[in-house]
């Protein structure tokens, strides 16, 4: 099965000039703003960069839920401890790449999930780099 990328968009969203705090409310905060392109944040690469929904809960650990959608880069050259979307035998998934001593692994950051380890004739490619998580708090 090959997930199909959802579309990036090109628009801007409004910034506040000032902060949100997580603590107690500053009374004198400063409301003004301007807008900011989320893609010029977000993405290193913007023609290379795709937008994947996650199914599953094999990277919960690092705060990769169900449902979550994650920016993939494609032009970012895989490393050890890099978070991945992977192929395994025409199979994609999403775990943490070990590659160490010439031993390859796909880690899964919930130890329900054992490792991945590729045996003879398996067949594995690096799709892209993980770059963001695009968590919805609606759903927490």
Known sequence: MTP????????SLPLFASSVYAGFPSPAADHGQQHINLNQHLLTNEQASFLFRVRGDSMHDVGIY?????IVDRS????HNHIVLAIVDEEFTVKRLYQRD???RLIAENPAFAPIELQDGQ???????????LHSLLHA
């Open 4 to 11: 199909t990328p959802i579309a990036l968009n090109t628009g």
């Open 123 to 133: 067949e594995l490619r690096i799709w892209g780099v993980v770059t963001f998580n």
């Open 102 to 104: 010439h031993i390859i």
């Open 76 to 79: 970012i050259n895989p490393l």
């Open 66 to 70: 169900d449902g979550d959608t994650l």
